[in-house]
């Protein structure tokens, strides 16, 4: 579901919406065995996230990165 969240937020040009869905995605991929790759993930997520200058979700997807 996030991956699709993602593609929709990507096409449809919406730069929160992307970066929170990578951030999600991240999390799901590190839950499922895929470490590595999902904190890379997650991490652009949250540097996406920032720089669209909201600061709402940050501690929560920072929460999700310590998890």
């Known amino acids: ?3 699709a969240a993602w593609q929709m937020a990507h096409e ?3 730069p929160y919406w ?3 869905a990578d951030v999600v995605r ?3 991929m ?4 895929d470490v ?3 904190l890379a993930t997650l991490r652009d997520g949250l540097a996406a996230y920032a720089r669209t200058g909201a600061r709402q979700m940050l501690p929560y ?3 999700l990165l310590a998890d």
Not at 30 to 33: E, I, N, R, S, Y
């Open 61 to 63: 997807g920072q929460t």
């Open 26 to 28: 991240g999390w799901a």
């Open 12 to 14: 449809e040009r919406v």
């Open 18 to 20: 992307e970066a929170w």
């Open 36 to 38: 590595d790759q999902g």
């Open 1 to 3: 579901m996030a991956t």
């Open 30 to 33: 590190t839950a499922t065995g």
